[in-house]
């Protein structure tokens, strides 16, 4: 276990100073067994480079939560005739939903948290899938939230998710890029995006947790915003015992 | 097999919530018994048990389990339903681990 946490470790370091496509390309070489998450948004950018990789290695899956925007339902409709691929999208169990909705409401988020219902209509469908594979990627980014993804690798060994006595591999590619990189390479490239974007959406999930944002705000404000930022509690940090004693 | 738990003191000397929580369910379950020692990492003292432990096995969050076994690599579980159901083998509701899982990464949502 220690030996593969340093191959992580080196691997990550020397994938640190490549490009996104770089990382794409070894991932996809690497792995057999790997998909690519899709949310409808931005994050199209790592189909298009995988499809100019090799269009043959593109597995993609999307997670509905049943609440997303109708502009999202038709972008992924769109990504899939433009790339001629196969998305599997993945579906929250319908007892759990049924659940939720009958002790909670519809709104439920609105009053206790976000993470309830994401876990039921987001997280355990992604579980389900993450199950069946060796490796897979996000376009998750440092720059989107600096509370929660301040120190994200570009590769790293997924535990959470990981098959009993298997090992998951995650790639995030874009993880140093910044919004702006991101919309340089779509609109270099004419690649497809989500027409929400037009309408000052800059960060895109569910329907009732986004909203459009105005100059200057951060692609953070446009989720949940009626919650407060989300603060880390489990993460181990030694303190400076000099510092605290003076 | 031996399993060590590691369970976190934060930097201003307070208990960690979900160490509590997981320390509760063990003990409502009877799965205290199966756990052979209990660490302290303690975010004011690097030299503490669960601290030394925790950077030896590059563990970032706590609580964790240990699960040695003679002959094997020993393996980390930051997931407490992970650890109830591949170790203990006990079922465990998947809105549960879900749900724990997403707590313990937040920048899960944002997907």
Redesign the interface.
């Given at each position: 276990?220690?030996d593969n946490?340093l191959d992580y470790?080196d691997l990550d370091t020397y994938y640190q100073e490549k490009s996104p496509a770089e990382i794409l390309e070894y991932a996809l070489e690497k792995f057999d067994n790997i998909a690519i998450?899709f949310?409808g948004a931005e994050d199209v950018v790592l189909i298009d480079m995988a499809y100019k990789i090799s269009p043959e290695r593109v597995h993609v899956f999307s997670?509905d939560t049943g609440r997303l925007h109708s502009d999202t339902y038709q972008f992924i409709e769109k990504v899939r005739q433009h790339y001629n691929i196969e998305i599997d999208v993945m579906y929250p169990?319908a007892e759990?939903v049924q659940k939720l909705v009958r002790e909670k409401g519809l709104f439920s988020f609105y009053q206790d948290d976000?993470?309830?219902c994401?876990?039921?209509r987001?997280?355990?469908p992604?579980?389900r899938k993450l199950l069946t594979l060796d490796a897979w990627v996000?376009g998750?980014r440092r720059d989107?939230?600096p509370?929660?993804?301040a120190a994200?690798p570009v590769i790293q060994e997924d535990?959470?998710?990981a098959r009993?006595g298997a090992t998951l591999t995650k790639f995030n590619p874009l993880a140093n890029w910044s919004s702006s990189q991101v919309w340089h390479y779509i609109r270099s490239n004419n690649v497809p995006y989500n027409e929400l974007h037009d309408q000052g959406y800059v960060?895109i999930?569910c329907e009732p947790c986004t909203r459009a944002i105005g100059p200057n705000q951060h692609e953070r404000e446009g989720?949940?915003w009626w919650e407060e930022a989300?603060k880390?509690?489990?993460?181990?940090?030694?303190?400076n015992?000099e510092q605290?004693s003076k | 097999m031996k399993i060590t738990l590691v369970k976190k003191i934060k930097a201003d000397g307070s208990p960690c919530k979900k160490c509590n929580d997981v320390i509760q369910k063990l003990e409502e379950s009877g799965n205290i018994n199966k756990i052979d020692e209990i660490l302290i990492a303690d975010e004011r003292d690097p030299a503490s048990d669960g601290m030394v432990l925790a950077n030896k096995l590059s563990v970032e969050r706590a609580p964790f389990f240990v699960v040695e076994e003679t002959g094997k690599d020993p393996v980390v579980y930051t997931v407490y339903f992970k650890f109830v159901k591949e170790v203990l083998d006990q079922e465990t509701s998947d809105a549960a681990a879900a749900q724990e899982i997403l707590n313990d990464n937040p920048d899960l949502d944002f997907l």
């Open positions: 276990m220690t946490k470790i998450s949310s997670l169990e759990a976000h993470k309830e994401c876990s039921i987001k997280i355990a992604l579980r996000t998750q989107q939230s509370g929660t993804r994200i535990q959470a998710f009993p960060s999930g989720r949940w989300t880390k509690e489990c993460g181990l940090h030694a303190v015992i605290v | -």
